[in-house]
Every structure is written in structure tokens, then in C-alpha cells.
């Protein structure tokens, strides 16, 4: 495809005699779209020029005039440049711009589909849940923000791997171990393990506020974990069983899908080695009974622990022996992080402790914490140990009985409507998580998360919907060859070609700022594209010319639709 950008640099760096790639970063989008499809403001060079934005906007595109009217070929990439104050506005040729986005539609089947990361290795951990707790919605954001980017930095070709290091080691297994070992016989935790686990959970918890002996028992049993112990080792591995079985229920509604399930108990051999390396360094120094990496002068005020007063190790120790394996086993040249902002201060620590392992640059400069808001109920914070959560699977369950009333009041003939409820349910829950920005904090309500209208992801699943009826009506896809470009130069077509072409560049957005809304955003400006051009253009029962174009375009705009929303990890209903 013509990357208009490129060539908009090109001619302007030929009339400036300024780096291509330089014009090439100061290029903007307009907001307006009466402002031209590219926009260069000159204010950036008036510094080097020593003159006022205007008179080098004037300057400039008298001698771009030139070079555009010596080429003389009505295929020319510029259609026309305007000047507004300091502005360069170029407009790009219509007929030009719509040939080659249907020519990719029609050509490529995964749209969009690049190999701009090809050679390039990104480990992604996310989800990561702990074992033995509720995966309650505060999992939800970690794990469709990470499961959005692994598949969109796949589709942009890079070799992505995706882990769940789930929280299946530290002193809660010791709270836990001590629990079993107290009231156990009360608990039917093959039955029903995480609520009957939780209960202990909370139980231990309150026991070790009012019982100093009863917390020192815990941790005991956490370093006896650590050192092999028969009984807490077979207790741990119980749990551990248990808890996946059930946090598989949830993955399967959600379609999430891990390369790797190494968690934090994975690394308990590897460990020895960071405490090793660190004490070579002389960095790692004894405080208060613990080992210790002091990092004020990293502008760090909080200490990093290593080790603790009883020899067992912390999270940061695990997190670091996961930098140096996957650094070993995947050459990564990025390894984000999707927690949430609570753990800002425990990245930025393990990050530049990392520093002082001997690894590559290339491996300590890939390290990424990328951060999101917490998901918040209308009476605060959750906690665990004080019980009140919002358990994901009946979320999600609650989310598709509700769209299944909906189906049933809106359309009670519709067939496979509990298939049908399960992708507007669970789509409705993921969208409204990737809707906004990560780093914004998410208050959790029911109304607001099982909207469908609006903003939301029914309202993109009945937009595509829309398309496949259209398709339906007119019977046929036309071919590309009878599509007549000159029928979709109207404002509400070109709308939407325009948005289409952006897709690639959307998707290497949100590799750019690990952001998934600036997708979500996308999504909802194309079908509020296509609205506004359905409402305005009769597209069956019209010359046959205008009705193929229309058709195709139809065609493409459900394509774009599908392909971004199963990047986000949304299902698309055929019918609704």
C-alpha cells in the first residue's frame, strides 16, 4: 500500500533540502478533515530558516507547486496542498487513495496483517492470578489488556509469547498451609476449592492480626516451602491443581490463551543465582536482619529486599530470576509487564536492580511496566482478605444471561441465541475494559458495563451484523474489477476509506504506547462511519455502478470490523 505519508516527506524534504525522516515526524493528522488529510506545520522550521511560519508555508508551496505540475500525472499522490496561517494542508488524491484500499482489501485476507516485527521477540506477562484467591474482575484488566496486545503484536509479525506468572508462591501459602493445618477437616475444598480455600484464607487472616505466633507459623511455613518440605509441598502442589481447573473456566469464556504457565514457584531454583551475582556486585547489603539493594541514588527512596529476616526470598527475587530466564530463553528485545499502577514503585526497583545482573543492555532497556488503573467498586477497594470482590465467572456468566434476555425481548426467533448471548455478553465486558484509557481508574457497575447502546461493544458487534445483512440482501460480494472508484468519492465513503486505510497504522499505535483503546477507539469511529453513510446512501435497488461499489465497501467495513474486534479478543456475531 502507498504510504502517503512517505511520500508527502519526500517532496517536501526535495523542496527544503531537510532530512526526509525529520519532515517525515513532524507530518500531523488533522482533527478537521476541512484541513486537508495531512498537515505540516512550518512553525518547526522557522528557527532553521530564521522566518515567520506563514511566509515559509507560502515558500514552500510554490516550490511543491512546481515539482507536482512538472510530474503531470493525474495517478499524482497530491490531489492539492492548501495554507492555512503556519500550515501546509495537503489533500491526498481521492481516486488514488480508494484504489489501493480496496485493492488490499480485496487482496489480503487478514487485513492489515504486517511483518514490520519480523526477528523480534516481545514476552508479554499478564493475568498472572493468584493461587487459591477468587480471579475476581481486579484479574479482568490485566488479562484482556495483555491478551489485546499479544495478539496485535502478533499480527504485526513479531514473535510473541505469552505468560501467566501466576502468583503461586510467597507467604500466603504459608497463611494458607497454617489454615489447612488448623481447620482443614472443615473445608470441602475438593468440592468447591476457591471459595473454600478463600474462606480459610480470610480465617488465617484474621487470626494472624490477633496472634503474633500464629503469623510467625505462617511465615515458617513459607521457608519450609522453600526448602522442600514433604507436607507443604504436597499441600502447595494440591492447591495449585485445584485452582487452575477453576481459573480454566474462566480463560475458556474469555478465549485467553498462554505460551507459558511458569509461575513465581518456578523460579525457586534459579534464585540462588541472583542472590549470588548481587552479592559479587557488593550492592546487596544486610539491614535489620535482611539483604537489601540500597537504590537512593537511583532516585529510588525505598529499598529493594532480596532476602528476608528468615532467609526466604521476596517477589522482587522471583521477578528477577524471570528477567534472567526469559532474557536466556527468549532474547527478548521487549518483556512488558501488565499490572496494575499499584506496582509502579516494585518495577521501577526491580528494573534497575536488573541492571546489576550482567545482562545484555538490549534486555534491561526492553524492561516495560505497563501500568493500568484498578477496578474499583462503588464503596472503594477491593481485598481479598476482607471478602469483598466481584468474582469474574459470574460476572461473565451474569453478562451473557443478561444479553440473552435482550436477544429474547428484541428477537425471541433468532436461532442459537445462547451462542449468539455468550459473544455479546462477554464482548460487552472486554470492550467496556479496553473502551478507555489503561492508566484510568475503572468504577465498577453493572449498568455501565452491560450497556448496549452507545459506545460499547454490542453497538460495534450490531454495526458488523448490520454489513452481513446488507451482503445477505444483495447476494453476492461484487468483484473487485467491476467496483467503479468514482461512485465512492462522496464525503461519507471517502470517511470511511480513509479510516480503513489508517488500520495498520492504528495497530502499530497501540504497539507504540501498549495502549489497546486507541483500537477500541477506531472500531467505533468506523461504525459510526458506516452509520452515517447507510443512513445517507441506499446501497440495494440502485445503479448497478453505485450498487457494487457500495456493496464492496459494505463488504469492507464488516471485514475491518471482525478482524479488530478478534484483535481485542471480541467475538462476532453473524446475526443478532
Not at 519450609?224 to 494440591?238: A, H, I, N
Amino acid at each position: 500500500m502507498i504510504e502517503f505519508k512517505n511520500e508527502i516527506s519526500k517532496i517536501i524534504a526535495k523542496a527544503t533540502d531537510i532530512d526526509e525522516k525529520e519532515i517525515k515526524s513532524y507530518i500531523e493528522i488533522p482533527k478537521d478533515t476541512k484541513n486537508g488529510d495531512y498537515s505540516f506545520p512550518c512553525f518547526r522550521l522557522a528557527k532553521v530558516l530564521k522566518k515567520a511560519p506563514p511566509v515559509i508555508a507560502t515558500e514552500i508551496k510554490e516550490k511543491l507547486d512546481d515539482i507536482l505540475n512538472s510530474n503531470g500525472d493525474e495517478d499524482t499522490v497530491i490531489e492539492k496542498i492548501e495554507i492555512t496561517g503556519g500550515y501546509l494542508n495537503f489533500y491526498i488524491n481521492k481516486k488514488l487513495l480508494t484504489k489501493e484500499v480496496l485493492q488490499n482489501i480485496f487482496e489480503q485476507e487478514e487485513y492489515g496483517k504486517s511483518e514490520i516485527g519480523k526477528g523480534k521477540n516481545i514476552v508479554i506477562d499478564y493475568s498472572a492470578p493468584n493461587i487459591a484467591k477468587p480471579f475476581h474482575i481486579g484479574h479482568l484488566r490485566s488479562t484482556v489488556i495483555g491478551g489485546a496486545l499479544y495478539n496485535i503484536y502478533k499480527y504485526l509479525g513479531y514473535n510473541t509469547i505469552g505468560v501467566n506468572h501466576l502468583g503461586d508462591y510467597g507467604t500466603q501459602f504459608g497463611k494458607l498451609i497454617e489454615g489447612y493445618k488448623l481447620w482443614g477437616d472443615e473445608y470441602d475444598i475438593e468440592k468447591d476449592p476457591i471459595n473454600e480455600l478463600t474462606k480459610i484464607y480470610i480465617r488465617i487472616n484474621n487470626a494472624c492480626k490477633e496472634d503474633e505466633k500464629i503469623l510467625n507459623a505462617c511465615r515458617d511455613n513459607f521457608k519450609k516451602l522453600e526448602d522442600g518440605d514433604s507436607y507443604c509441598v504436597e499441600l502447595w502442589k494440591k492447591f495449585r491443581a485445584l485452582s487452575l481447573k477453576e481459573f480454566q473456566k474462566v480463560y475458556d469464556l474469555l478465549g485467553s490463551k498462554f505460551d507459558s504457565w511458569n509461575g513465581e514457584a518456578f523460579y525457586s531454583d534459579k534464585m540462588p543465582e541472583i542472590i549470588q551475582i548481587l552479592e559479587k556486585t557488593g550492592k546487596l547489603v544486610e539491614s535489620q536482619g535482611a539483604k537489601i539493594i540500597d537504590l537512593e541514588d537511583k532516585g529510588i527512596n525505598t529499598p529493594c529486599i532480596i532476602e528476608k529476616t528468615n532467609g526466604s526470598t521476596t517477589y522482587a527475587t522471583r521477578d528477577l530470576a524471570a528477567i534472567m530466564y526469559r532474557a536466556r530463553t527468549y532474547d527478548f528485545d521487549k518483556a512488558l509487564y501488565v499490572t496494575s499502577y499499584e506496582q509502579v514503585l516494585h518495577f521501577k526497583q526491580v528494573f534497575e536492580v536488573a541492571k546489576l545482573l550482567g545482562l545484555d543492555e538490549k534486555y534491561t532497556n526492553g524492561l516495560e511496566h505497563v501500568s493500568f488503573g484498578m477496578v474499583l467498586l462503588p464503596t472503594g477497594k477491593m481485598s481479598t482478605r476482607e471478602g469483598n470482590i466481584v468474582k469474574l465467572e459470574e460476572l461473565l456468566n451474569e453478562a451473557i444471561q443478561r444479553a440473552e434476555e435482550i436477544i429474547e425481548e428484541k428477537n425471541p426467533e433468532l436461532e442459537n441465541k445462547k451462542e449468539i448471548a455468550k459473544k455479546v455478553g462477554i464482548g460487552a465486558v472486554i470492550f467496556n475494559d479496553l473502551s478507555n484509557s489503561r492508566v484510568k481508574d475503572e468504577v465498577f457497575e453493572w449498568n455501565q458495563i452491560l450497556n448496549f447502546q452507545g459506545e460499547t461493544g454490542p453497538y460495534i458487534q450490531y454495526t458488523y451484523v448490520r454489513t452481513k445483512s446488507v451482503l445477505e440482501k444483495a447476494g453476492y460480494i461484487p468483484e473487485l474489477k467491476n467496483v467503479d472508484v468514482n461512485k465512492l468519492l462522496d464525503e461519507s465513503s471517502q470517511n470511511i476509506i480513509k479510516l480503513i486505510y489508517s488500520f495498520e497504522d492504528i495497530l502499530v499505535q497501540v504497539t507504540n504506547k501498549e495502549e489497546p483503546s486507541i483500537l477500541s477507539r477506531f472500531l467505533i469511529d468506523l461504525a459510526k462511519a458506516f452509520s452515517s453513510f447507510y443512513n445517507e446512501n441506499k446501497i440495494i435497488g440502485v445503479d448497478k455502478e453505485e450498487q457494487d461499489a457500495r456493496v464492496f465497501l459494505t463488504y469492507s467495513v464488516g471485514k475491518v470490523l471482525k478482524i479488530g474486534a478478534n484483535l481485542l479478543g471480541i467475538q462476532m456475531p453473524d446475526k443478532m
